[in-house]
């Protein structure tokens, strides 16, 4: 069976750092990547990374703040974010597609999620 799972989710200052981490089980994906949700928001994207050759994609929004990182043998992607900001807390999802480039493709399997919390 295909999971996603998720691990490094938890409370930090605003301004520090935080590593996510999720692991897919089952078949190995052409791209992987994150979304989130804030409270009372819709989901978005974050950000993804192509499998093959590493080339990752980021939203506006945190770009130049995360970076998205892979360890293919071990189906296994990461998530380091710095200078954290209040606005960042949210439920964060792994997720997993055949398109590398915005989930242009859609997403096939999403992982549980995992709450980041950035206090001010």
């Known amino acids: 069976q295909e999971q996603l799972v998720e691990s490094g989710g938890g409370l930090v200052q605003a301004g520090g750092s935080l590593r996510l981490s999720c692991a897919a089980s089952?078949?190995?994906?052409?791209?992987m990547g994150w979304f989130r949700q804030a409270p009372g928001k819709e989901r978005e994207f974050v950000g993804n990374?192509?499998?093959?050759?590493?080339?990752?994609y980021y939203a506006d929004s945190v770009k130049g703040r995360c970076t998205i990182s892979r360890d293919t043998a071990k189906k296994t992607i990461f998530l380091l974010m710095n200078g954290l900001k209040p606005e960042d807390t949210a439920v964060y999802y792994c997720?997993?597609?055949?398109?590398?480039?915005?989930?242009?493709?859609?997403?096939?399997?999403w992982g549980q999620g995992t709450l980041v919390t950035v206090s001010s």
């Open positions: 997720a997993a597609g055949p398109s590398a480039k915005y989930f242009s493709g859609g997403v096939d399997a």
């Open positions: 990374i192509n499998m093959i050759d590493g080339t990752t």
């Open positions: 089952g078949r190995p994906w052409y791209a």
